[in-house]
Nanobody
Framework: QVQLVESGGGLMQAGGSLRLSCTPS????????MGWFRQAPGKDREHVAT????????DYADSVKGRFTISRDDAKNTVSLQMNGLKPEDTAVYYC??????????????WGQGTQVTVSS
């Protein structure tokens, strides 16, 4: 069974930066499209960023374009999300997962616990 472990969240002031990491235990990310998603209180989980298994193609939600960067290191079995210029509206629990397409929010594996990101104004 795949267990997704996200880390790197925390409390940050607006304008600051955080770097999230995700490592699935029990499965390699090689060959999978990987994505980051977030869910704010009272809202549905939404797509933040995805990266193709080749690493050559990425897709971002309009709300994070130019501020967030997704990357992958298959050798380390890790997917990362560099978040710069954080805004209070970025506050959410962030999750990673494998997905079947670049814009879907339907995860391939069971969702992990996520990592909380809180941005104060």
């Amino acid at each position: 069974q795949v267990q997704l472990v996200e880390s790197g969240g925390g409390l940050m002031q607006a304008g600051g930066s955080l770097r999230l990491s995700c490592t699935p235990s029990g499965r390699t990310i090689s060959g999978y499209i990987m994505g980051w998603f977030r869910q704010a209180p009272g809202k549905d989980r939404e797509h933040v960023a995805t990266i193709h298994w080749t690493g050559r193609t990425t897709d971002y939600a309009d709300s994070v374009k130019g501020r967030f960067t997704i990357s992958r290191d298959d050798a380390k079995n890790t997917v990362s999300l560099q978040m710069n210029g954080l805004k209070p509206e970025d506050t959410a629990v962030y999750y990673c997962n494998s997905v079947s397409g670049m814009k879907t929010t339907v995860g391939t594996w069971d969702w992990g616990q996520g990592t909380q990101v809180t941005v104060s104004s």
